[in-house]
């Protein structure tokens, strides 16, 4: 069974940065697309970003020139670094990995962005 660990979430002011973190008990090379996915209250849950097993990253709209995901596989770890961080931001954020088994989240780590 994989587990995704995330951490780095917490409360930050409009204009702020945080990094989150995502640790899986598995090397992540075998996963052919990893991302980070947000769901504010009363929201539905959406894409935030991914990065492939080669390295190509893929951003929602809303986020791209302020969010940076990447990828150390020799940590096994999957980052995405939040710049200029906006209200809107605030929503539990999980890490997602696919491979040919199958698909696998993490349990969440709350990000709040408030003055």
């Known amino acids: 069974q994989v587990q995704l660990v995330e951490s780095g979430g917490g409360l930050v002011q409009p204009g702020g940065s945080l990094r989150l973190s995502c640790a899986a008990s598995?090397?992540?090379?075998?996963?052919?697309?990893m991302g980070w996915y947000r769901q504010a209250p009363g929201k539905e849950r959406e894409l935030v970003a991914t990065?492939?097993?080669?390295?190509?990253?893929n951003y929602v709209d809303s986020v791209k020139g302020r969010f940076t995901i990447s990828r150390d596989n020799a940590e096994n770890t999957v980052y995405l670094q939040m710049n200029s961080l906006k209200p809107e931001d605030t929503a539990v954020y999980y890490c997602?990995?696919?491979?040919?088994?199958?698909?696998?989240w993490g349990q969440g780590t709350q990000v709040t962005v408030s003055s």
């Open positions: 997602n990995a696919q491979n040919w088994a199958g698909e696998y």
């Open positions: 598995r090397i992540i090379s075998g996963f052919h697309i």
């Open positions: 990065i492939s097993s080669g390295g190509i990253t």
